[in-house]
Nanobody
Framework: QLQLVESGGGLVQPGGSLRLSCAASGVTVDYFSVGWFRQAPGKEREGISCFSKQSGITNYADSVKGRVTMSRDVGKKTLYLQLNNLQPEDTAVYYC??????????????????WGQGTQVTVAV
């Protein structure tokens, strides 16, 4: 079974940056498609970005395009989400997710089988 653990969240001022990490363990990650999601209290879950090597697709939500970059280190089994120019509206719990098939759909969070526990990002003065 694949296990995912997010880290890197915290308190940051508007305009600041954070880099979130998602460490995987348990199995190899070569064949997994991955994504980042976030959810703020009282709001629905929002897809931020996703990546599928097998399908050659990388997507970013319009709400974060230009401010967010997803990357990975296969050797370290770690997925990253670089958040720049953060605003209070970005405050949420951020989750990473994975599925063992070619897939990249920000509106289809239910397609992902594995989820981390999330890391809190708070943007405030």
């Amino acid at each position: 079974q694949l296990q995912l653990v997010e880290s890197g969240g915290g308190l940051v001022q508007p305009g600041g940056s954070l880099r979130l990490s998602c460490a995987a363990s348990g199995v190899t990650v070569d064949y997994f498609s991955v994504g980042w999601f976030r959810q703020a209290p009282g709001k629905e879950r929002e897809g931020i970005s996703c990546f599928s090597k097998q399908s050659g697709i990388t997507n970013y939500a319009d709400s974060v395009k230009g401010r967010v970059t997803m990357s990975r280190d296969v050797g370290k089994k770690t997925l990253y989400l670089q958040l720049n120019n953060l605003q209070p509206e970005d405050t949420a719990v951020y989750y990473c997710a994975a599925v063992r098939r070619p897939f990249c759909g920000l509106q289809y969070g239910s397609e992902y089988d594995y989820w981390g526990q999330g890391t809190q990002v708070t943007v405030a003065v």
